[in-house]
């Protein structure tokens, strides 16, 4: 096994556990700080992949504004112990635990039917893989409608949490 795929595997298990780790912990705060290591594992295989500006990019916009952006406003719901702790909607149980174990059997029965060999990455990715110039010109040519979404989705989050801050104030 050669340093470049030790790397990889280091990096992908760390990606994985602190994905989990987000899902499982109980503490928003710790689950922020958790979702800044994937952010980073996700941002170090860009770098691996010859792609700085996206290295770049990742660790500046997603680890950086956004990781700040949600500690505020996990800040601002200001969740006490007791909220966190004790799940209070019975509908998200029932729906847990039986979609749980059906969205298991369907990635198991996917992973044994398949037919198609894996494919593996043989060779290497063009010059303009990460770059500023390619990235703009697929957001703003192919991608235009999923950025925009995106967008408009990041903004109404920001005015849902922003009005569930208000609504406990008074």
Known sequence: MSVQML???????LAIFSALMVVF????????????????????F??????????VIQIIVYAGAIMVLFV????????????????TWKIQRTLAFVGGPLLVAV?????????????TFTGSFSSDFGGAEEIGRLLFTDYLLQ???????????MIGAVMLARRKET
């Open 7 to 13: 790397l990889v595997n280091v990096i992908a298990f």
């Open 25 to 44: 912990h109980r503490n928003p705060m710790v689950s922020v700080v958790f979702l800044i290591v994937n952010l980073v594992c996700i941002a170090l």
């Open 46 to 55: 860009f770098l691996i992949l010859q792609g700085q500006f996206l290295f």
């Open 72 to 87: 505020f406003v996990v800040m601002l719901l200001n969740l006490r112990q007791e909220e966190v702790s004790k799940p």
């Open 107 to 119: 990635l198991w029965r996917a992973l044994w039917r398949r037919s198609a060999p894996v494919e």
């Open 147 to 157: 950025f925009e979404a995106a967008s408009v989705l990041l903004v109404v989050a």
